[in-house]
Nanobody, 117 residues
Framework: QVQLVESGGGLVQPGGSLRLACAAS????????MGWHRQAPGKERELVAA???????SYAESVKGRFTISRDNAKNTVYLEMNSLKPEDTAVYYC???????????WGRGTQVTVSS
């Protein structure tokens, strides 16, 4: 069992920045992927960014150059630095943990990010 605790969401003006964090606890072993998905009203949940236990990163094209994902394997924590935020970034952001070794997926409860004037 893996538990995920998210923090850092909030209301930001366009052009502003936020840093999200997600700490994983429990049975965290083996090859895994941690990252963030987001879902806006009326839209499907989409991948924003991810990083593997080996350090390989991936980003949605819409956030490349603006968002940076990183992780601390010792602390089992993933971070998402979001800069130059746009109104279209408004969504609920969900942390996820995927164990490749044990073929199991876990989701956080989500944190609201609102970009508005």
């Amino acid at each position: 069992q893996v538990q995920l605790v998210e923090s850092g969401g909030g209301l930001v003006q366009p052009g502003g920045s936020l840093r999200l964090a997600c700490a994983a606890s429990g049975s965290v072993f083996g090859i895994n992927v941690m990252g963030w998905h987001r879902q806006a009203p009326g839209k499907e949940r989409e991948l924003v960014a991810a990083v593997t236990s080996g350090g390989t990163t991936s980003y949605a094209e819409s956030v490349k150059g603006r968002f940076t994902i990183s992780r601390d394997n010792a602390k089992n924590t993933v971070y998402l630095e979001m800069n130059s935020l746009k109104p279209e970034d408004t969504a609920v952001y969900y942390c996820y943990y995927r164990s490749v070794t044990y073929n199991r997926n876990y989701w956080g409860r989500g944190t609201q990010v609102t970009v508005s004037s």
